[in-house]
């Protein structure tokens, strides 16, 4: 079994540390991956520190994972030693629902495999791409275009797909106004894949100092929320919006900028839940409030090769594997711009 070493939290309270395990050797259709570059999420600081009260340690973390085959197994068909691949948020499903027959893999009724804190069916659990190496089955990997930089492909894998499933699901495209609620790692992404899709991007924010960013991103119109006038006129404009901001707040006034049918899609989970929206905002304008959770591996390949189309990488900041504490740090002040990727050769 392949030696690998990686960084894992060994309860809620401890810094990320080294750490030796095995990866298994690929099995006939899997694939084993040198990993050479490894996003760094929210959600990898919410599960270390167990702030979701399901993690089971110790905890690898990272699922935004790009790297190169290294072997496979004699059933593989789709990849080579050498090929550059990468590992999103999932590793394994049932296979045989109705979800997984449509591809919607991270919708499975029994439950998807999370590419780390996933349940395995021996009772223990996967570990993440902050490590270097990493064997996933075949049908879960996926083909990194040759255009695409690799650091800046990496957050493609989650952040990519979280932002760009919804963005499709509703149709978003040209002749429409859609707004997107913060500027951080998903935001982000999120005004880069709406502008490429034809629609007219509307930013909110509440950061003054984010609106030339945005502009420079794709937005064409920055909104400060909490000015009550900026808000107010956005009533009626929008078609579609998509909240990013992982933190309780009201979303009536985001409602009031909806047209008629328009929809208000959530992807960031608050550790306490939103305000209760009015319903009579709902009511008055036929309008939804729905929210969306990643993509399935084919739509998420469909993502990247929308993104090697269109010029799309995440904007990123490389650290090394040690640094990844202080990341942690600055990831709860917003001081990152947008999204950290470990350069894996620094680990070992």
Not at 26 to 47: K, N, R
Not at 253 to 274: F, I, Q, R, T, W
Request: charged share 20%; hydrophobic share 35%; proline share 4%.
């Amino acid at each position: 079994m392949p030696q690998t070493l990686g960084y894992a939290a060994q309860s809620a309270d401890a810094d990320l540390a080294p750490f030796s395990f095995d990866r298994r050797e690929p099995g006939l259709d899997e694939v084993l991956i040198e990993i050479t570059h490894c996003g760094v999420c929210h959600s990898d600081l919410h599960q270390a520190r167990n702030d979701w009260k399901n993690t089971a340690y110790p905890c690898i973390p990272g699922h935004e994972i790009i790297g190169t085959v290294a072997a496979v197994g004699a059933s593989v068909t789709r990849f080579k030693a050498g090929d550059t691949v990468g590992v999103g948020c999932l590793v394994d499903s049932c296979g045989s629902c109705g979800h997984c027959d449509e591809g919607l893999e991270q919708y499975c009724d029994t439950g998807a495999t999370g590419t780390y804190n996933g349940r395995l069916p021996d009772g223990g659990h996967t570990y993440g791409g902050y490590s270097q190496k990493i064997t996933v089955k075949e049908s879960f990997v996926l083909r990194i275009p040759d255009t695409l930089d690799r650091a800046g492909a990496a957050p493609l894998l989650c952040a990519g797909i979280t932002t760009y499933s919804p963005l499709r699901h509703w149709k978003v495209g040209p002749g429409q106004r859609v707004g997107v609620v913060g500027l951080g790692g998903l935001g982000h992404m999120a005004v880069k894949l709406a502008r490429a899709m034809g629609a007219e991007v509307v930013l909110f924010t509440t950061s003054p100092g984010k609106v030339e960013d945005a502009k420079r991103l794709g937005a064409s119109e920055v909104v400060i929320s909490k000015d009550r006038d900026q808000m107010k006129a956005q009533r009626n404009t929008l078609d579609f919006i998509l909240n990013t901001v992982a933190a309780s707040h009201n979303l009536n006034p985001y409602l009031d900028c909806l047209k008629v049918n328009g929809s208000l899609v959530l992807v960031g989970v608050p550790e306490e839940a939103h305000p209760s929206p009015s319903v009579g905002r709902l009511l008055s304008k036929r309008r939804s409030i729905a929210g969306s959770a990643i993509g399935g591996i084919a739509e998420t390949q469909e993502m990247l090769d929308f993104c090697a189309e269109h010029g799309i990488h995440s904007d990123i900041e490389m650290i090394a594997m040690a640094d990844i504490n202080q990341a942690y740090e600055r990831m709860l002040k917003s001081d990152v711009k947008y999204r950290f990727v470990i350069d894996m050769a620094t680990l070992g």
